[in-house]
């Protein structure tokens, strides 16, 4: 059975958008907008401490919120002497996934865009086949590899890329996170849904520019339609710029929560 099929359709929030408040202040502010569920970005620790994700874990317990996912923090790693860097943060993430009680968790490639193919593959066997994966298997979370936009310094923005880093780290074990917002800016919805529809795990959700969708527009219907033909029940998953306001997060969570009960 899939895993990511057994849950249920839940709206969730992603409280990278309050990453200038404090650890207890973003949560709160979650809370009070109505949403019960999370996705915790790592962006939200503002310095990393092994040690803080005992904080992480009290903080979200006095919140009473449920955390689904978490994101990984990233480095789009441009020479192979980064690769412990961008080992470190996918550990402390998977430590604080644990922590968290997450039991998946989003990530990038890792390598950034501008670095040649044969440095790129073996960047991303010694962070993943060597590293990430193992960990993540102790650990007991699965991984989902996010689609980026153009504007990323990151690599993995269509399905040409996604499946050049899925040849080197993927063993049939990972999902995928979409990002409806790089997905629609870089024009590759359609191809990136008929190549990893099943493969989808949870949803990044925004319009362009990670602006808030606030009315019911075609091609975010269409892709909802599209995602629950697939049979998907897994986290949808508000992602938004930072400069969001309280009144346009709150608006949108209506429009999806009336969206996701006409499906
Ligand atoms: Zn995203």
Request: proline letters at 3%; a positive charge; one cysteine or more.
């Amino acid at each position: 059975m899939n895993l990511c099929r057994a849950r249920s359709l839940k709206l969730s929030l992603s409280n990278g958008i309050f990453s200038k408040l404090s650890l207890a202040g973003n949560f709160e502010t979650v809370k009070q907008l109505g949403f019960q569920n999370i996705e915790f970005n790592m962006k939200a620790i503002r310095k990393e401490h092994d040690r803080d994700v005992y904080r992480e874990q009290k903080a979200l317990a006095a919140s009473g919120l449920n955390c689904l996912t978490l994101h990984s923090a990233v480095l789009h790693i441009k020479d192979p002497i980064e690769v412990h860097q961008a080992v470190y943060y996918g550990k402390i993430s998977l430590e604080c996934a644990r922590a968290l009680g997450v039991s998946l968790m989003t990530i990038h490639s890792n390598v950034s865009k501008r670095i040649p193919r044969k440095l790129r593959e073996r960047c991303l066997k010694e962070i993943f086949n060597e590293e990430i994966k193992p960990f993540a298997k102790k650990l007991d979370v699965k991984l989902a590899l996010e689609n980026l936009s153009y504007t990323s310094t990151g690599f993995g923005k269509n399905v040409e890329q996604l499946e050049e880093v899925l040849s080197v780290i993927d063993d049939d074990g990972m999902g995928i996170t979409f990002d409806l917002c790089h997905a629609l800016e870089t024009k590759q919805t359609a191809s990136l849904m008929d190549k990893y529809g099943p493969k989808i795990c949870n949803v990044h959700m925004a319009n362009k520019s990670h602006r808030p969708f606030t009315e019911p527009k075609p091609e975010l219907v269409s892709f909802l339609k599209n995602l629950h033909g697939l049979g998907y029940t897994g986290p949808i998953t508000l992602e938004l710029h930072h400069s969001t306001s309280v009144q346009e997060i709150a608006k949108s969570k209506t429009l999806f929560e009336e969206l996701l009960r006409e499906l």
